[in-house]
């Protein structure tokens, strides 16, 4: 098994249910999937101290596309 071939990733119909819910809250399914690896990254080293700072510039960076893509379409 690969390190992407969760079922949730892996099974046509769940990513298809993922993608939507990603569509209708705005969130692209690549962010899940890098949230995904940072949790992943992370597994086994107790307290995961970092982790959050992992997410928060994920999602930051995230959000600073969105803002780009959005600047250049207008």
Known sequence: ??????????DKKAKKVLGDLCQ???IAVSLIERLI??????LGRGR?????????????????ER???ADVSH
């Open 48 to 64: 995961q101290v970092g982790i959050t700072q992992e997410f928060s510039a994920a999602i930051s960076e995230f959000i600073e």
């Open 24 to 26: 209708e809250h705005g």
């Open 37 to 42: 690896d940072i949790q992943r990254d992370n």
């Open 1 to 10: 098994m690969k390190r992407r071939d969760l079922p949730l990733l892996g």
């Open 67 to 69: 803002r780009e893509t």
